[in-house]
């Protein structure tokens, strides 16, 4: 089973930067899909960002042009690069796992990081 242990989140001043960074365990990491998920206090979770086994990405339109992902085949890794952040940013970072395995679709949440924007 894939496990997500999420990290990088913190306590930040508008404007300012942040990245987190989301390391899976196992070996299916170079076939998933990874993606960032935010959940601001009171609503639901939204995703971020995503990234394909092939570095195709996608974003959400509040993001555009402030965040980047990415990935690290060789470290297990995914990240998030958080720029020109703003209070609404504030909330809970998620790391999502997707991938088929023996044509089973496999979704594994991380544990989440706390990202504050201070105003």
């Known amino acids: 089973q894939v496990q997500l242990v999420e990290s990088g989140g913190g306590w930040v001043q508008a404007g300012g930067s942040l990245r987190l960074s989301c390391t899976a365990s196992?070996?299916?990491?170079?076939?998933?899909?990874m993606g960032w998920y935010h959940q601001a206090p009171g609503k639901q979770r939204e995703l971020v960002a995503s990234?394909?086994?092939?570095?195709?990405?996608n974003y959400a339109d509040s993001v555009k042009d402030r965040f980047t992902i990415s990935r690290d085949n060789a470290k297990n890794r995914v990240y998030l690069q958080m720029n020109s952040l703003k209070s609404e940013d504030t909330g809970v970072y998620y790391c999502?796992?997707?991938?088929?395995?023996?044509?089973?679709?496999?979704?594994?949440w991380g544990q989440g990081t706390q990202v504050t924007v201070s105003s």
């Open positions: 999502k796992y997707n991938a088929f395995q023996r044509g089973v679709l496999n979704t594994i």
């Open positions: 990234i394909s086994s092939t570095s195709g990405t």
């Open positions: 196992g070996s299916t990491f170079s076939i998933a899909t």
